[in-house]
Each structure stands twice: as structure tokens, then as C-alpha cells.
């Protein structure tokens, strides 16, 4: 069975600049969270999906992170624009109406 | 309150020592309480979980130990080995309103783990 996947792995930008992270979660899972975890420290969530529905996006920045998660599979995270403080390891994961979690390697970005 | 706190920070064993960390949560919601094994440059893998109608679950060397009236659990490694050297992350989480479904993990602060030879 296929993992979640995330690309890119690296990524870094310069602040002020827009980045897009993308992640394929694995078959048939209808819920997909986006983490953010930022050195030393654990994922916290940024929003969660079920289908292609916002469950919750409490913790979203969102006067400058996105999301979307259009058909309900694939999904994107953008930042626009970014800070210094962005500067993290970001996770996506899926599971099915279960408890299960599943998490991709993450996009680490970097930004100078 | 939806924090779940973790400790220690870091913890050194010798190879065949027994690793221990703990966990403390405050919310009475949470009702699935997943470890999670994070290596260098890789996402979480989840290692083990427990639901709180249990107080210990065994996988392997691998244990969780969960006291429900004081609202703790923790992880035991026995026999650990330096391949076990990772970032270990307890979680908790809560149904979503309505029961239908789950929502999202909150993580502990994690803790390194390091297994010498």
C-alpha cells in the first residue's frame, strides 16, 4: 500500500515570497490534516479535511496560509506571503474514519 | 483543555535498559492515545495506541501503560536497542462533535531517545 505523499521535500524562499506544498494521501482515506511542526517541537494541526470539507482550521493563519482540497483527494497548502517564523517541517497525513493517522516525510521549509 | 504534556525532554539508555516516558493530558474527551516514532528527516510513524477502556497494551517490546483516573500514560521500551533512537511523540484525540468521527491529534512536546551501544 502507498504511503502519503508529499513534494516538494526541501524547500526555501525568501520572506515575502508564496510557496505551495502538495500532498496525495493514501487511497481511499476521506480525512487529510495538515501539520505544521517547527523544530523541537510536535505537530500542531493547521486544518483538517474530510472529503473535500474543512472540518477544522482553527489554527490556520489563514491571512496567509491556504488550503485546498479540491475532488476530495489531492491537496494543497500555500503561504503568501511568508515569514521568517514559517520556517518548519510540513506534514500532511490522512486516515479513514478511524483513528489511524498515516504521515507523509513532510516538506521542510526554510525561510531566509 | 486540549494540551497532552511530555516528558522527559531527552533520555539516554544503554543498550538493554528499559526507556520510559510519560504523559500527562487534561481533557476528558480524548478517548485514543496513539505513540508515534519519528526519525530524522522522516513524517511520524505510529508505533502503538491504546483506548482508555484498557490500562496496558502490549506490542512486542513495546508497551503503554494508562491510568485513566489520573490522566496519564506512558510508553515502556524494553530491551532497548540504539536502532530505537528517534523522537518519540505521545498524542491524543477527541470525536468530532456528533461521534461520528475523529478529529484531530494533539501532540506532546516529544522526546529523544537515544539507545548507546
Known amino acids: 500500500e502507498a504511503g502519503v505523499a508529499q513534494s516538494p521535500r526541501y524547500k526555501i524562499i525568501e520572506k515575502r515570497q508564496s510557496v505551495a506544498f502538495w500532498c496525495n494521501p493514501i487511497s481511499g482515506h476521506a480525512t487529510l490534516y495538515w501539520y505544521q511542526q517547527i523544530l523541537g517541537q510536535g505537530p500542531k494541526l493547521l486544518i483538517q479535511f474530510q472529503n473535500n470539507g474543512v472540518v477544522d482550521d482553527s489554527q490556520l493563519p489563514k491571512d496567509r496560509f491556504s488550503a485546498e482540497r479540491l475532488k476530495g483527494v489531492d491537496s494543497t497548502l500555500k503561504i503568501q506571503p511568508a515569514k521568517l517564523e514559517d520556517s518548519a517541517v510540513y506534514l500532511c497525513?490522512?486516515?479513514?474514519?478511524?483513528?489511524?493517522?498515516?504521515f507523509g516525510q513532510g516538506t521542510r521549509l526554510t525561510v531566509v | 483543555q486540549q494540551q497532552v504534556k511530555q516528558s522527559p525532554q531527552s533520555l539516554i539508555v544503554q543498550k538493554g535498559g528499559i526507556s520510559i516516558i510519560n504523559c500527562a493530558y487534561e481533557?476528558?474527551?480524548?478517548?485514543?492515545f496513539p505513540w508515534y516514532q519519528q526519525f530524522p528527516g522522516k513524517g511520524p510513524a505510529l508505533l502503538i495506541a491504546i483506548r482508555p477502556d484498557v490500562s496496558e497494551k502490549k506490542e512486542g517490546r513495546f508497551t503503554i501503560s494508562f491510568n485513566k483516573s489520573a490522566k496519564q500514560f506512558s510508553l515502556h521500551i524494553m530491551d532497548s536497542q540504539p536502532g530505537d533512537s528517534a523522537t518519540y511523540f505521545c498524542?491524543?484525540?477527541?470525536?468530532?462533535?456528533?461521534?461520528?468521527?475523529?478529529?484531530?491529534?494533539?501532540f506532546g512536546q516529544g522526546t529523544i531517545l537515544t539507545v548507546h551501544p
Open positions: 497525513a490522512s486516515s479513514l474514519q478511524g483513528r489511524k493517522a498515516f
Open positions: 498524542a491524543a484525540r477527541a470525536k468530532n462533535a456528533g461521534g461520528t468521527s475523529y478529529g484531530k491529534l494533539t
Open positions: 481533557n476528558t474527551a480524548f478517548d485514543y
